[in-house]
């Protein structure tokens, strides 16, 4: 029987890190991907300037790629937090057979 507790594990972790991008990633990743797009757009064109079309689209631009990358980081980095913890227990893989435990190594093929 194959063991899937790395694949399985991977799924857990991207659903725990889409939940906490969710609460957190979506907030802090606009606010601070906004910050990033005033101040792009501030050097641009002048800090007391009107904002035109191109300065506001600079500044969703930013926004958005604030948003992008706090939903990579959270749901790539619980994915890779919960595969890793999935090859631990594929390692750590324990047999009860008849009442006895029979550690058994995990093979690579």
Same mark, same amino acid.
């Given at each position: 029987?194959k063991?899937?507790?790395?694949?399985t594990g991977a799924?857990?972790? &991207?659903?725990i %890190?889409? $939940?906490?991008f $969710? /609460? /957190?990633?979506?907030?802090?990743?606009s606010? @601070?991907?906004?910050?990033? %797009?005033?101040h792009?757009?501030g050097q641009? /064109?002048? +800090?007391?300037?009107?904002?035109? @079309?191109?300065?506001?689209?600079?500044?969703?631009?930013? =926004?958005?790629? %604030?948003?992008l990358?706090a939903?990579?980081?959270?749901?790539?980095? +619980? &994915?890779?937090?919960g595969?890793?913890?999935?090859? &631990?227990?594929d390692?750590?893989?324990?047999?009860?057979?008849t009442?006895s435990? @029979?550690?058994t190594? &995990?093979? =690579?093929?």
């Open positions: 029987m063991r899937m507790a790395s694949k799924y857990v972790g &991207a659903g %890190g889409l $939940a906490l $969710a /609460f /957190f990633g979506l907030l802090y990743g606010f @601070i991907g906004g910050v990033v %797009g005033l792009l757009t641009l /064109f002048g +800090s007391p300037a009107e904002f035109g @079309i191109l300065a506001r689209m600079l500044l969703a631009l930013g =926004v958005m790629s %604030g948003v990358l939903a990579v980081v959270c749901v790539t980095g +619980s &994915a890779l937090i595969y890793l913890a999935g090859c &631990a227990v390692l750590l893989h324990v047999e009860i057979k009442g435990i @029979i550690k190594q &995990a093979t =690579v093929k």
